[in-house]
């Protein structure tokens, strides 16, 4: 609900305020004293782009300002989408500056103007003539008839259904566009894993390798230094065992001679069982090494296997390259995991594909089954309106295919003129034809269907007294269940505010401003009489007024 709106420096505006009624709000006034330069700066807080040709003081700053008192859950995830914090009420600001500069407010954060336009669709509901306010898009048309056949909770079930029925499509069309990719990849990961698992490196053997090669390469040398080792140690005559033990037999000869002597005697004693042993050990370690060159090539081709894998790879040892080997083992098991993934999805998808079918086909039956009261009931209001003639049709027919409100195409046809095929509404030319059929959807739908205020710019242009007398009947019955704005000519309409609003123009010093002023009920039976008769009004004008008021 609009409840507050505040303009200043804005066309002929100078500065107003308005504080709005809850039910039916008639704004009046003279020709060209300025009501629809209310409906413009209400653009502005709808997110219409501005310049500074609407500035009324070029030197200063336009400010437009409403304040609505409005929850729901659309409203709440808006604004949690731009991080702004909910609170009521709702404050729209708009600002143009001088400069040309224009900001946008919402409770006090600044906003872009799409977010204007997104929220404004919810808070204002806004027809003018010629302005079909989206009653000729398909979605607007399928909330009416939910609205009235009562399959708003069917469908916001269904809905909840299809947005993961899409979700799981999309995220299946990822899993396809990334198993292409996947395939080539995974082909090249399995013939790295598959060079390097052939190659079965173990932990330690990079080390073991490279230990192997360098003796064998040097088999030849080593064997002559061992062997050399234990001749000149054991084997020669005047070996080095033979003479120490020599010096050993001559010192035990001493016999007990001082702990000096005893102490080196036990020294020469390990040493020359050292020296043995070093000398056995030479032995073995001869005999045990084969200086055989096949091993030699064997052991030397899978080190530069692993060099050459080392290089490959870019590793530096043998523990980052089984490291990598590993990495690629996990990565090639989950790539192979995709198709598994995708034919759980798939069965997923299909299986809410199922559930979605039968859901949208329930929807479907009982959208029909209401179509014929819905086209008896606006046809109803139609002729009521003025339009005898009028043909209002709703066409449904099966599209095949699951969209967001389930299978159904829907299209509303309308005519005006006896004889003429019912067209879609876009087709329709007359903007008051279109203004009463918007007035009548609205009214059959407006009891179950979530509206933001409605405002009504001069629909009853072009009607008789009688017409807008029914016209107005409507839109008080209408504004009992919605906040309703309308701008009008009509003293048969006027006549049932609630609220009702005066605009008019002041001329002050070569200036002319535009003013606005909300009429009790004296006031209101001069206006509606000044409506009826012209200024100054009759006297019969004024019983005629005051006969309207009721």
């Not at 709440?76 to 991080?83: T, Y």
């Not at 899993?175 to 995974?186: F, H, I, P, T």
């Not at 009008?488 to 002023?517: C, G, M, W």
């Amino acid at each position: 609900m609009l409840t507050k709106m505040f303009i200043q420096n804005y066309a002929i505006i100078e500065e107003l305020s308005m504080n709005f009624g809850d039910k039916l709000n008639i704004i009046t006034g003279e020709t060209g004293a300025g009501k629809s330069i209310l409906t413009g700066a209400l653009g502005l807080i709808q997110g219409n782009r501005a310049d500074t040709k609407v500035l009324y003081d070029t030197d200063k700053k336009c400010i437009v300002e409403a304040e609505f008192d409005m929850d729901s859950k659309g409203i709440r995830r808006l604004f949690k989408s731009e991080d702004i914090d909910f609170e009521k009420p709702v404050i729209i600001r708009r600002s143009i500056a001088p400069s040309g500069k224009s900001r946008a407010f919402v409770n006090d954060e600044p906003v872009k103007l799409s977010f204007l336009k997104e929220l404004s669709t919810i808070l204002v509901d806004m027809h003018r003539q010629f302005d079909t306010i989206g009653i000729n898009d398909e979605a607007t048309q399928i909330d009416m008839l939910d609205s009235f056949a009562k399959t708003q909770l069917a469908v916001e079930k269904y809905q909840g259904i299809y947005q993961e029925y899409r979700q799981q499509k999309n995220a299946l069309q990822k899993r396809l566009d990334e198993e292409s990719k996947v395939k080539q990849e995974l082909d090249f990961l399995e013939f790295q894993f598959g060079e390097l698992d052939e190659a079965a490196f173990l932990e330690d053997e990079q080390n073991t390798l490279e230990n192997e090669v360098n003796v064998l390469q040097n088999a030849d040398s080593i064997i002559q230094i061992l062997s050399k080792t234990n001749y000149l140690l054991e084997e020669s005559d005047n070996s080095i065992v033979a003479q120490l033990s020599e010096l050993r037999n001559e010192m035990e000869r001493l016999g007990d001679v001082g702990s000096d002597m005893e102490g080196l005697l036990h020294r020469m004693i390990n040493a020359e069982e050292e020296l043995r042993d070093l000398a056995h050990q030479a032995s073995n370690a001869s005999e045990s090494i084969d200086a055989d060159p096949a091993k030699l090539e064997q052991r030397q081709e899978r080190l530069n296997v692993l060099y050459r894998l080392l290089q490959k790879h870019n590793k530096e040892d043998l523990h980052e390259l089984l490291q990598f080997q590993e990495e690629l083992h996990s990565k090639i098991k989950e790539y192979r995991s995709f198709g598994e993934d995708r034919t759980n999805l798939e069965a997923s998808i299909q299986k809410l594909h199922s559930e979605l079918k039968l859901q949208a086909k329930a929807i479907s039956d009982k959208r029909q089954k209401h179509i014929p009261a819905f086209e008896k009931k606006i046809q109803s209001l139609l002729v009521d309106l003025g339009m005898e003639h009028a043909q209002f049709v709703v066409d449904c027919s099966d599209s095949n295919e699951l969209r967001l409100w389930g299978t159904d195409n829907i299209q509303f046809r309308f005519s005006a003129n006896p004889g003429k095929a019912a067209q879609a509404l876009q087709e329709v030319a007359s903007g008051g034809e279109l203004s009463r059929l918007a007035l009548s959807l609205k009214s059959v739908v407006a009891g179950n269907m979530q509206l933001g205020t409605l405002i009504f710019d001069e629909i009853d242009t072009g009607i008789s007294g009688e017409v807008s007398s029914k016209m107005g009947s409507i839109l008080k019955q209408l504004a009992d269940k919605h906040q309703l704005i309308s701008i009008t000519h009509s003293p048969q309409i006027a006549a049932k505010a609630d609220t009702h609003f005066f605009i008019y123009k002041l001329v002050e010093n070569q200036r002319t401003y535009t003013k606005v002023k909300e009429l009790d009920k004296s006031g209101r039976i001069i206006e509606i009489a000044k409506m009826l008769s012209g200024d100054p009004p009759s006297e019969n004008a004024k019983k005629n007024a005051i006969e309207l008021i009721g």
